[in-house]
């Protein structure tokens, strides 16, 4: 999948992986891609409640290995 900018927060555990998604979703324009990068377990349903609450769009997630690659697409 394209995306537009990368975020790699691995090693990092709940709440630093929103908390950064968060910020960096917000420098973005509506409708650019973001790949989070992540290796904290809880990253999954974390990340699902995350794109609930604020409404920006999930639009896959992966794992390879021991890390996790989510697809966010900016509201």
Known sequence: ?????????KGLNCPLPILRTKKTL???????VLR???TDPS???DFQAF??????????????????EFY???K
């Open 51 to 68: 794109a609930k609450q604020t409404g920006n769009h999930l639009l896959a997630n992966a794992q390879a290995d021991e890390v996790f």
């Open 36 to 38: 989070v990068l992540a």
């Open 1 to 9: 999948m394209q995306f537009d900018r990368e975020l790699d927060v």
């Open 26 to 32: 917000s420098e973005m324009s509506s409708g650019q």
């Open 72 to 74: 966010f697409q900016r």
């Open 43 to 45: 990253a999954v349903k």
